[in-house]
């Protein structure tokens, strides 16, 4: 397995640095990959002038799978958009295609007494979130809007539309306990 290493800026690279241990041990364990690092953030636009250079996302191509520690800081914030670290996971998803976030909550009965949520609301919870991270709100292109009848927008979003196909034919992963 390729593993592309992306540590960024920040506490990325501290982060990053406390998962290859992990990596480490698992592959005295049997898994055998390989690791191969890049700029990206920050780190990315310091050496080089753009938050996610050709050469990163070329080594995120080959990879099976990617590392990707954290990015930004108000030491650049008054850069131009295009040039701020966060645009190099924005770039990095549309460039992979990596348009799903699948995220499961459940709350184990020790800890519903814990939520903020009262624990008869939150016993039992155990549902998929799905996050769509490459469409509309992310690259500020509002598209899809057909019509408004009575107020109400009738939408026609490829990027909800793939995401729903996705959910729908992944959700059966995530059984009962």
């Given at each position: 397995m390729?593993i592309?290493?992306l540590?960024?800026?920040g ?8 998962a290859?241990?992990v990596l480490?041990?698992?592959?005295r364990?049997g ?24 050469a990163?996302?070329?080594v995120?191509?080959k ?7 954290a990015v ?7 850069l ?18 990596l348009f ?6 459940s709350?184990?009965?020790?800890l519903?007494d ?9 016993s039992?919870?155990d ?19 057909r ?7 009738k939408?026609?979003?490829p ?16 059984g009962?306990?």
């Amino acid at each position: 397995m390729k593993i592309a290493v992306l540590p960024g800026d920040g506490v990325g690279p501290e982060v990053i640095a406390e998962a290859m241990k992990v990596l480490d041990v698992l592959g005295r364990e049997g898994l055998r990959f390989e690791a191969e690092q890049a700029l990206v953030g920050g780190a990315a636009y310091d050496a080089t002038g753009d938050p996610i250079p050709e050469a990163t996302l070329q080594v995120a191509r080959k990879a099976d799978a990617v590392l990707f520690g954290a990015v930004g800081g108000p030491r650049y914030d008054t850069l131009p958009r295009e040039k701020r670290p966060e645009q190099a996971i924005l770039r990095l998803r549309k460039d992979l295609d990596l348009f799903a976030n699948l995220r499961p909550v459940s709350v184990f009965p020790e800890l519903a007494d814990a939520s903020t949520l009262k624990p008869e609301i939150v016993s039992g919870l155990d549902i998929l979130i799905l996050r769509e991270l490459t469409g509309d709100i992310y690259f500020g292109q509002p598209r899809g809007i057909r019509t408004i009848e009575n107020g109400v927008a009738k939408v026609s979003i490829p990027c909800v539309t793939r995401s729903r196909r996705f959910g729908a034919s992944h959700t059966p992963v995530f059984g009962p306990r």
